[in-house]
């Protein structure tokens, strides 16, 4: 059994034909498939694909940090009131991005800090968003840190040492499609990082993985991730996918 702990099939690219694209997931061993949120416009698809799919899909709460803007504490209360409202299994996607745009970088800090002491006061894990923005995040999260803390840095590409920093402070390495491609780099941080610290995840339909890589990504094909993080152990994929299962279902209580 697979989980896929990051994957967005409620999103536009999937309208057509998302009733096979579960079905796919599932005949591939993928039995259950974590939903970040994005904002208040994604709220209602994923809750409707939940709805749909409640053994198969479940839903987390959180504010993107690419769609933070001058009105974020407004998107926060939305946030906290579906919190209030039903059951949600994570804090997330949060985190700070500063590759397309610096403009809203404290307004991003802000809103990362506050979704953090959302988790700790829900008692929830996080799935933390990190793009050119290591130690931005790192400083927040150790400075917000106790309480119960605890999470998964979300398509992780960062060096041995800063894998090391995320080990350190009790977080998950979540690992998708880029470990397969060819001069990546991640193989060779996967490596030298125990399975037991490490999630599956897709993020679709983003960051496809070889051989599929330039179509349009789907929660089937995390089989080729598990494959490739079981190749670099030297494991048997059956015994890869069964760590990395307990650790997220450790991690998200499901």
């Not at 933070?68 to 039903?86: A, G, M, P, S």
């Amino acid at each position: 059994m697979l989980i896929d702990t990051h994957s967005h099939i409620y999103s536009e690219e999937f309208t057509e034909d998302l009733d096979e694209v579960v079905q796919r997931a599932f005949e591939n061993g993928v039995r259950k498939i974590l939903l970040p949120n994005i904002d208040s416009s994604s709220v209602k698809k994923m809750l409707d694909l939940t709805d749909q799919y409640p053994q198969i899909c479940y839903p987390l709460m959180g504010l993107h940090p690419t769609s933070v803007t001058e009105d974020y504490e407004e998107e926060l209360e939305l946030i906290e009131f579906w919190l209030k409202k039903r059951k949600f299994y994570g804090i997330g996607e949060i985190g700070i991005d500063l590759y397309w745009d610096k403009t809203f970088i404290h307004e991003q800090t802000e809103a990362f800090r506050k979704q953090l002491q959302l988790a700790k006061k829900y008692r929830l894990p996080v799935v933390v968003h990190v793009r050119d923005s290591f130690q931005e995040v790192f400083e927040v999260l150790e400075s917000e840190a106790g309480e119960g803390l605890s999470g998964v840095f979300h398509s992780f590409t960062g060096t041995a040492e800063q894998a090391r920093q995320v080990v350190g402070l009790g977080f998950k390495l979540g690992i998708n499609g880029i470990v397969t491609f060819k001069n990546s780099g991640l193989d060779q941080v996967v490596a030298n990082v125990d399975p037991s610290h490490i999630l599956l995840e897709t993020d679709a339909p983003y960051l496809t993985p070889v051989p599929f890589r330039g179509k349009r990504n789907e929660s089937s094909y995390l089989i080729y991730v598990a494959r490739k993080i079981a190749e670099i152990h030297q494991l048997p994929v059956a015994e890869l996918a069964r760590i990395t299962t307990e650790n997220a279902e450790k991690l998200f209580g499901i």
